[in-house]
């Protein structure tokens, strides 16, 4: 064998590199490169021996938890030494949900869920934001070791009880579209005629980004998770198919296909839509890659008649598959379904290229190992700036004051005594929502951050009395004169499945609590949820003031940066706020809040 093949020199071009790596491979090693297996189940021998191209941290999967940037590395720098030590040494490409920063890492800077991005669309129309964010998201998880993050979600949001709300942008696909600048910043910038559709990262600081769930899966029938999109082709192109055009044209590297179904077809093997739309029509170059043991979901019951599952995923066009766990079965049924034919071999060959081309792309044969200089980027002060910046941005005011000629806030931070109280007043997993931690997220203090409680204790004045009640006793009121209050409440953490909801009620007994203190004191209400919530007429007539902050993550201050005067309210809406759970996913004449709208603290408004 030539001693210096031509995939290992970097001055070659790089669709020559993947034709010579190609030519050297076995089926099994082309097998070994689609297959994408869990950390948890990640040997050294699975690694080298059977060529596996893809290791994933899911939510949560860290070496352990409060696993620090540094452990992270040496995690993942031994994996990629594994697959360094295979026959061809092809490298690792190690994935994680890098969805809302690098949420899965402890310390890591958490940014606003997306929803909560979406609402600051309307006034930086360039995104330049966003964009921010996926640089400083890329440095973060380059500098645990990590190279791919499963993220933008550029799934348009038609029904607000579908679980995965809070990971779209807006039910606006423009809004959508415009957000997709996150690849940009996660990726790099593609320089001026760089080919459409082809991959793109810039450097070592870049991550190789994936645009996820094609295509549909925020238009689902009821917002039922993993459900049915019923829609002509025509909607679909129009309404959630528009942003993968953008991503693609800022050279996206991969694009996750959806658990969901359109039309009753699943889309894990609707071979139309991700091959004859999205790579050829479409024009997509990278590689295509399945959700986690969605080909599982192919079959009834659940991970049933596994073989024929694989045999129409394959030839649908997914390229890479997220087993995660029985990597062992799918590797053998697999091998059997081309060697018997029923797998053309140029698919396979297809799917390898794809996945080539995205490794030499993001330059991991030339530095496949964690770069350590950037450790001390993790949790940065100019990243959490930056997400201080996006929470007050995010922030969409809904009520400002009884009487329109007083407004309420901006707050007093002098004000002689504030009562705080509620459920998500100093809990920073409720803040931070799910994908935080862990899959689901948790309760408490899961990572480094503020809370808001922490941050209203910094903002007010030295001679202010503050009392932290999480639910006030009725002696709380009868002993103390209180100038305000200010009541914090929304949901728990949850994700995908697990956040459906037909109700959409203010959990924690939250309408209760408002109502039982605005009856005694002036009120600021702080939701934290990830989409609009069930607000009675009654109930907001009786507070003074309400904001809408969504999961806003780490940075608790960039809320009390706003409340108390400091910057402008100027976050808009970027999905209808009904007046009733059954209008969620319909298209309400008279909603309680229209997209587009939120006042500034002078109680200027905007409709769209």
Not at 26 to 39: A, C, F, M, P, V
Not at 336 to 342: A, D, F, P, T
């Amino acid at each position: 064998m030539n001693n210096n093949p031509i995939y290992k020199n970097p001055n070659s071009p790089i669709e020559s590199r993947i034709k010579d790596l190609l030519s050297r491979m076995t089926l099994s090693e082309k097998i070994g490169q689609i297959t994408q297996i869990d950390r948890r189940v990640a040997t050294r021998s699975a690694i080298r021996d059977l060529s596996v191209g893809s290791i994933l941290s899911a939510g949560g999967g860290g070496p352990y938890e409060k696993a620090t940037s540094s452990d992270w590395i040496d995690m993942i720098d031994r994996f990629q030494n594994a697959a360094l030590e295979s026959r061809l040494g092809i490298p690792l490409l190690y994935g994680t949900d890098a969805v809302h920063g690098n949420n899965n890492v402890y310390g890591a800077t958490v940014f606003p869920h997306n929803i909560g991005l979406g609402a600051t669309s309307l006034c930086d129309r360039d995104a330049e934001l966003v964009r921010r964010i996926g640089v400083a998201t890329a440095l973060e998880v380059r500098a645990c070791g990590a190279q791919f993050t499963f993220a933008p979600c550029v799934a348009v949001c038609k029904d607000l009880r579908w679980g995965r709300c809070y990971e779209s942008y807006s039910e606006d696909t423009e809004i959508v579209r415009n957000m997709t600048s996150l690849v940009k910043g996660l990726q790099g910038q593609p320089p001026q005629g760089h080919p459409k559709g082809y991959p793109f990262v810039a450097g070592r600081e870049n991550v190789v980004a994936c645009a996820k769930h094609f295509v549909g899966d925020g238009g689902t029938d009821k917002g039922i998770n993993e459900g049915n999109t019923i829609a002509s082709y025509d909607e679909l192109e129009r309404i959630h198919m528009a942003p993968y055009l953008d991503c693609i044209s800022q050279g996206v590297c991969t694009v996750m296909a959806s658990y969901s179904s359109w039309n009753g077809r699943k889309l894990h093997s609707d071979h139309f839509l991700i091959t004859q739309v999205l790579k050829e029509k479409l024009g997509f170059k990278g590689f295509v890659i399945s959700d986690s043991q969605a080909l599982d979901r192919l079959s009834y019951p659940f991970g049933s008649n596994y073989r024929k599952c694989v045999l129409l995923a394959i030839n649908a066009g997914i390229d890479m598959v997220m087993v995660p766990f029985r990597y062992e079965l799918f590797l053998e049924d697999l091998t059997y379904l081309v060697e018997s034919g029923k797998i053309p071999i140029a698919r396979i060959d297809d799917a390898v290229e794809r996945i080539l081309r995205v490794k030499f792309v993001a330059g991991l044969f030339e530095y496949p190992l964690a770069d350590r200089s950037l450790l001390d980027r993790v949790g940065c002060k100019p990243h959490r700036d930056l997400a201080r910046e996006a929470v007050r941005k995010s922030l969409v005011l809904l009520k400002n004051g009884k009487d329109p000629k007083k407004p309420f806030l901006p707050l007093n931070r002098n004000a002689e005594r504030i009562l705080v109280a509620g459920t998500h007043a100093d809990n920073l997993g409720y803040q931070c929502g799910g994908w935080t931690a862990t899959w689901m997220g948790a309760s408490g203090r899961i990572t480094i951050g503020t809370t808001i409680l922490e941050a209203i204790m910094e903002a007010v004045g030295e001679t202010t009395d503050l009392i932290y009640e999480q639910h006030p006793s009725q002696d709380t009121f009868a002993n103390q004169d209180f100038s305000f209050a200010i009541v914090i409440v929304g949901e728990g953490p949850y994700a995908e499945t697990m956040g459906d909801n037909s109700e959409l009620v203010i959990p924690f007994n939250g309408a209760e609590l408002i109502s039982s203190v605005a009856d005694k004191v002036p009120t600021l209400v702080i939701l934290i949820s990830g989409r609009p919530l069930v607000l009675e007429p009654w109930l907001l007539e009786k507070v003074d003031a309400l904001v809408a902050a969504w999961l806003p993550g780490s940075e608790g201050d960039g809320i009390t940066d706003v409340i108390f005067g400091d910057y402008e309210f100027q976050g808009k809406l970027p999905v209808t706020w009904f007046k009733r759970v059954e209008e969620a996913g319909k298209n309400s004449s008279e909603p309680l809040f229209r997209l587009g709208f939120g006042l500034t603290s002078n109680r200027e408004g905007h409709l769209n």
